[in-house]
């Protein structure tokens, strides 16, 4: 008698397990990372969104200076936050300062998730 209730026990409490797992991944797949990055840059009004569907239309060159000051912006609203606690940094482009193109290039590649469309 003891042994039934330990077994039962055990695969009340495996089905219990399988049961959650499944149930945080349907969670975890209902908020994709996708839309809820769009609701965060709404939410601190970023503008890579709107930049994002520019470069998938034809832009012109004045365009691209106003996209490219846009994103300039989103830049110093990301990293403001960071230096203020207590981080220096940066996506200064600038010669003088070494692996800021590389953090730069890295921003933009995951603000246009990767397409390349900003070279």
Same mark, same amino acid.
């Given at each position: 008698?003891?042994?039934?209730?330990?077994?039962?026990?055990?695969?009340?409490?495996?089905?219990?397990? /399988?049961?959650? *797992? /499944?149930?945080?991944?349907?969670?975890?797949?209902?908020?994709?990372?996708?839309? /809820?990055?769009?609701?965060?840059?709404?939410?601190? *009004?970023?503008?890579?969104?709107?930049?994002?569907?520019?470069?998938?239309?034809?832009?012109?060159?004045?365009?691209?200076? *106003?996209?490219?000051?846009?994103?300039?912006?989103?830049?110093?609203?990301?990293?403001?936050?960071?230096?203020?606690?207590?981080?220096?940094?940066?996506?200064?482009?600038?010669?003088?300062?070494?692996?800021?193109?590389?953090?730069?290039?890295? /921003?933009?590649?995951?603000?246009?998730?990767?397409?390349?469309?900003?070279?």
């Amino acid at each position: 008698m003891l042994l039934m209730c330990i077994l039962i026990v055990i695969i009340s409490f495996e089905l219990f397990l /399988y049961g959650f *797992r /499944y149930t945080c991944l349907w969670i975890l797949a209902q908020n994709s990372s996708a839309n /809820y990055a769009l609701k965060v840059a709404d939410t601190i *009004r970023l503008s890579f969104p709107t930049v994002q569907q520019a470069l998938r239309t034809e832009v012109q060159r004045p365009e691209l200076d *106003r996209l490219h000051q846009s994103l300039d912006h989103d830049c110093q609203v990301l990293t403001k936050p960071l230096n203020q606690a207590g981080g220096s940094y940066t996506l200064d482009a600038s010669p003088a300062a070494p692996g800021r193109t590389a953090r730069r290039r890295a /921003y933009l590649s995951v603000v246009l998730g990767g397409s390349g469309q900003w070279r």
